[in-house]
C-alpha cells in the first residue's frame, strides 16, 4: 500500500480577513513532492483557513491513490487534536470542514502529528502565495509558483517500529538506547536538541509572516488550548473526582489493601469469571510486570539508585509526541478505560472476582453506565467498545454502546481477578478466617489468594497480553475499555512502570474513566485517572 505525507497550513491577514491556504503531498518513502494546492478563499479566521488546507491537501492525495495510507502533519495544534478526536469541536465554520476531512479516507488510514512551523516551509509558502495572489485579485498559479524552490524535500518516513507497543519499561529502555547512540545528551531537565528546535518554532508562532500573514498561533501551540475546543476523555482536562466510599478489593490499613466491589482506597477489585469471544492466549510475563520491589514501597534492597538517563527517559515517556526520539510516531491508540458501574456488592465492600458469583449492575449502576454514555457521546470520541466477558462490564458497555451507536467486542483478557475463597467476603472477613494467606498477598505480587486464586502477577501478565492484542488491533484509534478496578489498575501501573504495591496506592470509584494512549515506539501517556465528573 502506498504511503502519502500530507503537509497543510493556512494563514489569515487579520484573523479574520484576508485569507488562503496550501497543501502538499509527498511520497513517504522517497520525499518526492507529487501534488501541490493552494487557493486565496476570502475572508475567514487563520483556523479555517488550516482546516481548508487540510481538505485540500487530502483530497489531493486521494486523486493520487485512493487506497494509500497518509500522515498529516500540521503546525496547527488546534486542528492535530480535533482531527485526532481528542479535542471538541465547537466552531460552526470548523464543524462541516473537519466533517468532510474525515471522509476523505478511511480514519484507520489516516494519521495527524503535530510539527514546528519550520517544519512546515512548504505549505506556509503555498498559503502566502495564495493570498498575494488573492490581493491582486489573481487566482493562485502552480505553473510560478516557487514555493517548492530552497526548500528540502520532506524527509522519508522511516518503517514503523515491528512489535506491539509494549508499557513503560520498555520505552524507556528504547529511549535511553537512542540517547546513547545519539550522543550529547541533555543534562537532567534540560530539553534536547529536537525540542528546543520545536520550543523555538513555538515562540515565533505569533508574529507575523514576511509576507504579512498574522499567525495567531502563540497561544494555542504554547497551551495547548484554544477558545473553540474542548479536549475529549484523552486529554488533560479532568480532575479526579472525590474519593468513594465503595472498593471492590479491600479496604486495607496503611491504604495497601483491597475491598468490596469498588477499588475506592484499596487495591485492585473482584470480577465474575467468564469467556468472551476472544480466547486468552497462553500466560507469559510482560515487561517490568513481577519483581520490581517490595511491597512496602521503595526500590528494591538491592535495586541501584534511578541513573541520570533512566530520569531523562522517564521524561521522554512522559511527552512522547516531543521529545529526544523521532517525533513521527503517527496518532497513538488511546484506551480509554472504564470501570464498570456499582453492583449489589459494591456498598458491602467485598471482594467480586471472576470465581465469585459475577453480579449484575445494581439500578444505581445502570444510572451510573448511563452517564457515562451521556458524557461520552457528548464528546464524540470513541470508536469501539470492548468489554471484559463478566456480566457487570458487559451491562455497562451494552448501555454506553447503545447512546454510542456502536457495537460491543468482548475481551477476556479483562476480567477481573480470581479472588478464590476470598470472593464475596470483605475484607475484615478474610483477615479474621486467613491471615496469613493474606499477609503474604499484600507483601508479594506472586501471591496467590486463599483457594488457588489468582496472583497479581499473572494478572498483570494477562492484562499486558490483552493490552498488546487490543493494541494491534485498534492501531491509532480511541477505544472505550469496559473493565474492573484490577485491569485498569495495572494497565495505568504498566504504563507509568510503577511497581506492583503502586496498586495499593490508587484510587478508582466505581463508574470512573482513565485513559493511557499507546505509541508506536512503545511510549505510553496516562492522560486520565479516575474521573468522575459526569456522575456529579
Known amino acids: 500500500m502506498r504511503e502519502f505525507v500530507v503537509e ?22 522517497t520525499g518526492e513532492t507529487l501534488a501541490e494546492a493552494a487557493e486565496y478563499i476570502g475572508v475567514a479566521t487563520n483556523n479555517v483557513a488550516e482546516y481548508r488546507g487540510l481538505l485540500a491537501g487530502l483530497r489531493a492525495a486521494r486523486e493520487l491513490d485512493p487506497d494509500a495510507r497518509v500522515r498529516v502533519r500540521m503546525d496547527s495544534k488546534l486542528v492535530v487534536e480535533q482531527m485526532s478526536g481528542r479535542w471538541k469541536i465547537k466552531h460552526p465554520a470548523m464543524k462541516p470542514l473537519a466533517a ?105 508562532a505569533g508574529a507575523a509572516d514576511p509576507a504579512g500573514t498574522v499567525r495567531g498561533r502563540g497561544t494555542e501551540d504554547a497551551s495547548g488550548e484554544e477558545p473553540d475546543t474542548e479536549p475529549g476523555p484523552g486529554a488533560d482536562d479532568t480532575e479526579p473526582g472525590p474519593r468513594a466510599d465503595d472498593t471492590e478489593a479491600a479496604d486495607v490499613q496503611g491504604g495497601r489493601g483491597a475491598e468490596g466491589d469498588s477499588g475506592g482506597a484499596g487495591g485492585p477489585a473482584p470480577t465474575g469469571r467468564g469467556r468472551g469471544g476472544r480466547a486468552a492466549e497462553s500466560r507469559a510475563t510482560a515487561v517490568g510486570a513481577v519483581g520490581e520491589g517490595p511491597a512496602d514501597g521503595g526500590p528494591s534492597p538491592a535495586g541501584p539508585a534511578p541513573a541520570d538517563a533512566d530520569r531523562r527517559a522517564a521524561q521522554a515517556v512522559a511527552t512522547p509526541s516531543s521529545g529526544w526520539a523521532p517525533a513521527d510516531m503517527g496518532a497513538p491508540a488511546t484506551f480509554v478505560l472504564l470501570r464498570h458501574g456499582e453492583t449489589p456488592l459494591t456498598p458491602q465492600k467485598r471482594f467480586s472476582g471472576s470465581g465469585g458469583s459475577d453480579p449484575s449492575l445494581s439500578d444505581i449502576g445502570r444510572e451510573q453506565a448511563g452517564k457515562v454514555a451521556a458524557a461520552l457521546a457528548r464528546r464524540g ?156
Request: no cysteine; hydrophobic share 40%.
Open 8 to 29: 497543510a497550513d493556512g494563514g489569515s491577514r487579520g484573523n479574520p480577513g484576508p485569507a488562503g491556504y496550501g497543501a502538499v503531498v509527498s511520497d513517504a518513502a
Open 100 to 204: 468532510q476531512a474525515a471522509t476523505v479516507f478511511p480514519p484507520d488510514r489516516v494519521t495527524y502529528e503535530w510539527i514546528p512551523r519550520e517544519r512546515n516551509t512548504h505549505a506556509d509558502r503555498l498559503a502566502n502565495e495564495a493570498m498575494d495572489a488573492g490581493r491582486r485579485g489573481e487566482s493562485w498559479s502552480p505553473a510560478e509558483s516557487r514555493a517548492d524552490l530552497d526548500v528540502p524535500p520532506t524527509a522519508p518516513v522511516a518503517p514503523a517500529p515491528e512489535g506491539t507497543p509494549g508499557d513503560a519499561t520498555a520505552g524507556a529502555a528504547r529511549v535511553r538506547e537512542a540517547l546513547a547512540s545519539a550522543g550529547g545528551a541533555a543534562a537532567p531537565g534540560e530539553p534536547g536538541p529536537e525540542r528546543r528546535r520545536a520550543a523555538e518554532g513555538t515562540a515565533a
Open 381 to 536: 470520541t470513541v470508536q469501539a467498545v470492548v468489554a471484559s466477558p463478566l456480566a457487570r462490564t458487559r451491562e455497562t458497555a451494552r448501555i454506553v454502546a447503545a447512546r454510542l451507536g456502536l457495537d460491543v467486542a468482548v475481551e477476556d483478557g479483562l476480567r477481573e481477578t480470581d479472588f478464590g475463597a476470598w470472593e464475596g467476603l470483605t475484607f475484615g472477613e478474610v483477615r479474621e478466617r486467613y491471615p496469613e494467606d493474606l499477609d503474604a498477598w499484600l507483601a508479594s505480587p506472586d501471591a496467590e489468594p486463599t483457594g488457588g486464586g489468582e496472583s497479581f502477577a499473572a494478572t498483570a501478565a494477562r492484562v499486558a497480553e490483552a493490552r498488546d492484542r487490543l493494541l494491534a488491533e485498534y492501531r491509532g484509534r480511541t477505544v472505550l475499555l469496559v473493565t474492573h478496578v484490577t485491569p485498569v489498575k495495572m494497565m495505568i501501573r504498566l504504563a507509568l512502570g510503577a511497581p506492583p504495591e503502586a496498586l495499593f496506592r490508587m484510587e478508582l470509584s466505581a463508574a470512573s474513566l482513565s485513559a493511557v494512549a499507546y505509541y508506536a515506539d512503545g511510549n505510553a501517556s496516562v492522560r486520565l485517572f479516575n474521573d468522575t465528573s459526569h456522575l456529579r
